[in-house]
């Protein structure tokens, strides 16, 4: 059973950063491609970006592209989410997801319980 506890959220004015974490635990964590999700209000859970096993492959939602940047370091248990020229519209919470790679991202395993990203206009 993998934990996995999301940090860094907040609130950010337009065209602000912010890094977000994902500490897993409970598992061997580079036996598991890593993915950022999110959901706001009144909408369904959406993709963001994800990173294979080892980190070498990662992949982003077009609306991200450019502006997030996914990592993890497998000596920390840590995933990361670099964001930067937010934007009102990237207002959700921000879920981590363990789970599985061929070739992109596949599915979820598991799932962290989420951190508030607000982003003011």
């Known amino acids: 059973q993998v934990q996995l506890v999301e940090s860094g959220g907040g609130l950010v004015q337009a065209g602000g950063s912010l890094r977000l974490s994902c500490a897993a635990s409970?598992?061997?964590?580079?036996?598991?491609?890593m993915g950022w999700f999110r959901q706001a209000p009144g909408k369904e859970r959406e993709f963001v970006a994800a990173t294979s096993y080892s980190g070498g492959k990662t992949a982003y939602a077009d609306s991200v592209k450019g502006r997030f940047t996914i990592s993890r370091d497998n000596a920390k248990n840590t995933l990361y989410l670099q964001m930067i020229n937010l934007k009102p519209e990237d207002t959700a919470v921000y879920f981590c997801?363990?789970?599985?790679?061929?070739?992109?991202?596949?599915?979820?395993?598991?799932w962290g319980q989420g951190t508030q990203v607000t982003v003011s206009s």
């Open positions: 997801a363990a789970g599985q790679w061929a070739s992109r991202w596949t599915r979820a395993d598991y």
């Open positions: 409970g598992g061997t964590f580079s036996n598991y491609a």
